[in-house]
């Protein structure tokens, strides 16, 4: 067996983004398929998650690397986690401007430094040390978004510097994107890359960067990766909700299931919560409380499978 591959786009409400790109989005998940079906080759399930996530980076369309959402003063922020369940090491980056290549930055975190996390202006320092490509600015889309978003809390006379929870859910564009892989040696890794939400305040760091939050990963257990709205994930710890379930003998499925649904009956609310993973014995799951899951699978010899619309089903 060559290993095992998930991708995910995001998970969020039904936008008119969403039908009008649908296209493209599926072929960034397939194109993210192949680049990491291609480094299990020869790589790790470490290699297949970075490389994935990089290319869904790469495309501008989903809300990581240059299709990054704007924070509150319209500009590219990134936090991107990455994980191999070998031996737990983690590595991850928050409200990063420098590279739009969040997610090697991570993994340079984690095999170059003696830290897990760097942040703001030491994650960019970073990457500019390692002579990384520079940001390329935000695309037409993401400043779209922004501008439209900003007219509706003028308007609202919202204040995004206070408290107002509405406010923040509605914020949330989706499209946040990540990988799950197990490789034929029996690691598992996972990582997940976003812009975060969108206006977010300055500084503002969501699930995605925080271990066990947006992203898990542990040999003989399970590798996951989470989108929504990363302030609910954070506190619910999803990602090693899951794990802890499928150690004590959940099967992977019903695992997802109870976390999903115990996330939405814990805040009482639906479309927050987007979760991929991969157990240990190469089983592939899948479970979110959102309209719609961007989300592909891939395996050695069968053509991937994708799925946009939350119903639809990318099982094995
Ligand atoms: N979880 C991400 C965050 O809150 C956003 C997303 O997944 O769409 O930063």
Known sequence: MRGLLAVHGGAGRLRKYLLESRRELEEGLRDALHAGMSALTTGSALDAVEAAVKVLESSGVFNAGKGAALNAYGQVELDAGVM????????????????????????????????????????????????????????????????????????????????????????????TVGAVAL???????AAT????????????????????????????????????????????LA????????????????????????MTEFFGRRNTVGLIALDARGTYGEATNCEVFLRGFAKPGEPVRVGVLAEERVLQ
């Open 239 to 262: 990602a090693f909700r899951v794990a802890e379930l499928v150690r004590r003998g959940k099967p992977l499925g019903e695992a997802l299931e109870q976390v999903v649904s115990g």
């Open 84 to 175: 191999f369940g070998r031996d737990l090491s983690f590595g991850a980056v928050a409200a990063q401007r420098y590279t739009w290549n969040a997610v090697t930055l991570a993994r340079k975190v984690m095999e170059l430094t003696d830290h897990i996390l760097l942040v703001g202006p030491g994650a960019d320092e970073l990457a500019k040390r390692l002579g990384m490509e520079p940001h390329p600015g935000p695309t037409e889309r993401a400043r779209k978004l922004y501008e439209e978003l900003l007219e509706a809390v003028k308007r609202g006379e919202h204040d995004l510097w206070s408290k107002n929870r509405e406010l923040l859910l509605s914020m949330h564009p989706g499209d």
């Open 183 to 189: 490789d034929s040696d029996g690691n598992l890794a």
């Open 193 to 236: 890359s976003t812009g975060g939400i969108s206006l977010k305040l300055p500084g503002r760091v969501g699930d995605t960067p925080l271990p066990g939050a947006g992203v898990y990963a542990e040999n003989g257990v399970v590798a996951v990766s989470a989108t929504g709205v990363g302030e609910l994930i954070a506190r619910y």
